[in-house]
């Protein structure tokens, strides 16, 4: 049986002022206009990757990181309160797979994968905080990347 | 790309795939590098087969054949491991600046 989050989290945090759920009565559509290997597509993860000497996220931080597209597994640190990191540590690709999917881009499965990808913490309390300060930015770089299609990874 | 599917149905994003493995593991484990290139490669071919909006695909993938209760125990009380205090997190950061200058 796959895990209740919601509830479990409820008794995990049972201390802090109850969280309130985004629950969405509609869902968002962009049809994909051309094959996935015509596509740019960019990565985005929201489990505190850090590149070289970026500096680590903060409590309800709505910061985001660029992480350049050709970076090494070494290169990368990952800096989350919310879940267990040893496996991230040890392999980025477990919540960040940038070097699968460079792969896949070089295999000619996507299109181009985008220059930079992104990464911020996702334990952020406040959903408007996400929806209001850190969406619209990560959007206008998407935008200005012209990408066709992002993947978004959580952790 | 999920691992949370209750969140999931709540937040209703158009296309999602739902791997049920712990968390910190949404397209894989370390160093299997061939696991993750299938996860990977599975949840990108939803962007061309997915058609319904909100459509949840689920990754046959098994977390551990020989332990099919992880669930029960994982994302409990205790699940996490010791924070590093302030001062070892601006140390490792100190670190990290000095071996990029």
């Known amino acids: 049986m796959p895990i209740a989050y919601i509830p479990r989290t409820q008794e995990l945090y049972s201390s802090y002022t109850p969280y309130r759920w985004v629950v969405n009565e509609t869902v968002p559509w962009t049809p994909l206009k051309k094959p996935l290997s015509s596509c740019k597509l960019a990565l985005i993860a929201s489990g505190g990757i850090l590149y070289r000497d970026q500096p680590r996220f903060h409590g309800d931080d709505t910061s985001y990181r660029r992480i350049p597209k050709n970076a090494q597994a070494s290169d990368l640190n990952i800096w989350h309160f919310g879940y267990p990191t040893a496996a991230a540590q040890a392999d980025p690709n477990c919540v960040f797979p940038l070097e699968r999917l460079r792969e896949l881009e070089a295999a000619g499965l996507i299109g181009e994968l985008s220059d930079p990808a992104f990464s911020f913490m996702g334990g952020i309390y406040s959903s408007r905080r996400v929806r209001e300060e850190l969406a619209p930015k990560i959007i206008e770089e998407l935008k200005e990347a012209r990408v066709d299609a992002f993947y978004l990874v959580p952790a | 790309m999920t691992s949370a599917l209750d969140i999931t149905q709540a937040v209703k994003p158009p296309r999602s795939v739902f791997l049920n493995f712990p968390l910190g593991h949404q397209t894989?484990?370390?160093?299997?590098?061939?696991?993750?290139?299938?996860?990977?490669?599975?949840?990108?071919?939803?962007?061309?087969?997915?058609?319904?909006?909100?459509?949840?695909?689920?990754?046959?993938?098994?977390?551990?054949?020989?332990?099919?209760?992880?669930?029960?125990?994982?994302?409990?009380?205790?699940?996490?491991?010791?924070?590093?205090?302030?001062?070892?997190?601006?140390?490792?950061?100190?670190?990290?600046?000095?071996?990029?200058?």
């Open chain 2, 28 to 101: 894989g484990k370390p160093h299997q590098p061939e696991l993750q290139r299938q996860i990977v490669r599975d949840a990108l071919s939803c962007f061309e087969t997915i058609r319904r909006p909100g459509e949840i695909v689920e990754l046959p993938y098994v977390w551990d054949p020989n332990d099919r209760t992880w669930e029960e125990r994982d994302y409990t009380r205790g699940f996490m491991p010791r924070r590093p205090t302030p001062a070892e997190a601006d140390a490792s950061e100190a670190e990290r600046r000095r071996r990029y200058s």
